[in-house]
Structures are given as C-alpha cells and as structure tokens.
C-alpha cells in the first residue's frame, strides 16, 4: 500500500500523473483521517484540510488543461499526509484498518463533498 501512494505521488509530482493517481492520493488523506481517530499521529485538522484542497485543485485544473499536476507549494502537505499514513499503517491493527477502510467505502456512496465535515 504505502508504496503504491509513494508512486502515485511521484507520478504527480513529475506531471504525468492521471484521475489513478490523485484518487489513491485522496485515498490516503481519507484513511489517513478516519485512522487519527485510533492513533496518536495527528488531529491537526488543517493539515487534512490543506490535503484535499490540493488534491480537489489538481482535479479541477485537469478539467480544463487535461494534466494531473500539483502545484509545488502544496507537495510538502502532500508528503506530510503520506509520512503520517505510513506511520499510521505500521502503526495501527488491520482490523481498525479494515474499519477505515469500510467508512471510506460508506463514504463514497454517500455523496457528500467531503469526510472532514463530519
């Protein structure tokens, strides 16, 4: 896992990266908040925050120009997320994992704009 988001991040980062790579991205900043609430790695919401903010830009800015960057001040919020989500799955039992998981999984059924509003 930790090193299909290293790779999705790199091939963000490098701008060839694609609708993939910014969904496993996502991914990590939604596990990663649904796993804070069973770690002690974070609860710096704004961090969280910032993350999807800059995944949600890359998404909108592929609309219209039909690449799948980031830009380079939001990458060091990006490797943070992805650091503490490494930490968090070294870290956290896979059946808590497999909880996270399952809420994402609700999550994306729902239609809500966003996990960290809840």
């Not at 990590?28 to 925050?49: G, Q």
Request: with cysteine.
């Amino acid at each position: 896992m930790s090193l299909e988001n290293h790779l999705a991040f790199a091939v963000v980062k490098s701008g060839a990266g694609s609708h993939n790579q910014v969904s496993c991205l996502l991914r990590v900043v939604y596990l990663a908040w649904f796993l804070r609430e069973v770690s002690s790695f974070s609860d710096d919401i704004e961090l969280f925050r910032q993350g999807e903010r800059a995944l949600e830009g890359c998404i909108e800015r592929s609309v219209s120009s039909k690449e799948w960057t980031l830009d380079e001040s939001v990458q060091d919020t990006i490797g943070k997320l992805l650091s503490l989500h490494d930490a968090q799955l070294a870290a956290v039992p896979g059946h808590l994992y497999a909880r996270a998981w399952e809420r994402l999984q609700a999550f994306l059924k729902s239609g809500h704009r966003s996990v960290l509003d809840d």
